[in-house]
């Protein structure tokens, strides 16, 4: 596999950001306006009144007053900070099945949305179904436990999320421009940059393509020209490797650049945190931020649960981001929908 060096200069522009900047400048909030949310309103009713069902397209959630709100997000994943909150929506107005039609109606105009899993979702819903992160067939949305800074696992443009209804306790988002980390790296440790941009063995945690090895290799770090992506993973997904016996292991080296990386993204001068709302939706370029979640408690009742739905979503034509021929294979995912729909085994 071709070696790609270290973006060799500081990495510059509003991706490059740090937390108690932003802590007091409201602008990566995008409150929607009251004709905003009758436009939502009218394009769910539209929806409804004719039966659609998701997938349904862009063109079948027409949103008028609303429109401004998909350029303003695309320009602030694109160009901007590289996230944007989106808050106002009242959700107690909507079911749970409406709050996923109005998600993905609005999902539908930024891109084109992905399987998230080998079973096809596309809509993905974030809960605790009672698993463990020490399980290495459980990804980590599926528990309740703190999950430490990193993109989403394929290097689609958008990860969203929705906010159905809050936990009991904790569960706060946090997020860290990677760029920032990079460039901290740069000045602190250029020697663990350097392992950073090379490939790491990380698992599929049971959602590998039929007939493909259940592991696969990225750089942490990679870069096409002066563009600088991230593929930071949680740290289960490098060592549930171990199981596989064809597989290499994390090399000591590559453990230090991994725990250095997490001890930077947790700085409190880079980190920024929030606290979701019912009805806010957060979108994230996943290719210059890295995330994280607090552990939180649930409630007892079913119907009170934390739950928050999730989109990936794929810029396309002059869109896409330009990735490093070392993305390449697991681009490739993204350009064919997302991750493979596999038969029950």
Known sequence: MTMIEPYPGVLEGPAVWRGPDLATDPSWIRTLAAAE???????????????????FVAADFPL??????????????????GFQLVRGLPR????????????????????????QNTRGHLLGHVRDEGKSFDD?????????????????????????????????????SALVSALAIHNVLREERPDLLETLYQPFPIDWRGEEPEGATPWYTSPMFSRAGDVVSSRFTSRQYFESVARYGD?????????????????VANRPELRLSMEFQEGDMQFLNNHVLVH???????????????????M??????????????????????????????????
Request: aromatic share 6%; with cysteine.
């Open 92 to 115: 107690d107005r909507y079911t749970v099945e409406e709050c996923g039609l109005v998600y993905w109606g609005i999902g539908a105009h930024l891109g084109t949305p992905l399987s």
């Open 136 to 172: 290495p067939s459980a990804r980590g949305y599926q528990t309740t436990a703190k999950m430490d800074f990193h993109a989403d696992q394929l290097p689609m443009d958008v990860l969203g999320l929705f906010c159905v209804r809050t936990a009991k306790k904790g569960g706060a």
């Open 247 to 263: 597989a290499p292991r994390l090399t000591p080296r590559q453990r230090e650049a991994l725990d250095v990386a997490q001890e």
């Open 64 to 81: 008028g007053a609303a429109s401004s709100l998909i350029a303003d997000v695309s320009d602030a994943l694109q160009h901007g900070r």
């Open 37 to 55: 949310i009758e436009a939502i309103d009218e394009a769910l009713r539209g929806v409804q009144r004719r039966g659609l069902a998701i997938p």
């Open 292 to 310: 994280a979640r607090e552990a939180f408690e649930d409630h007892d009742e079913p119907d009170r649960k934390r739950h928050l739905l999730r």
């Open 312 to 345: 990936w979503i794929a810029f396309g034509g002059d869109r896409r981001r330009p990735l490093s021929p070392l993305l390449d294979e697991r681009y490739g995912f993204v350009a064919r929908g997302g991750i493979p729909v596999r038969s029950p085994r």
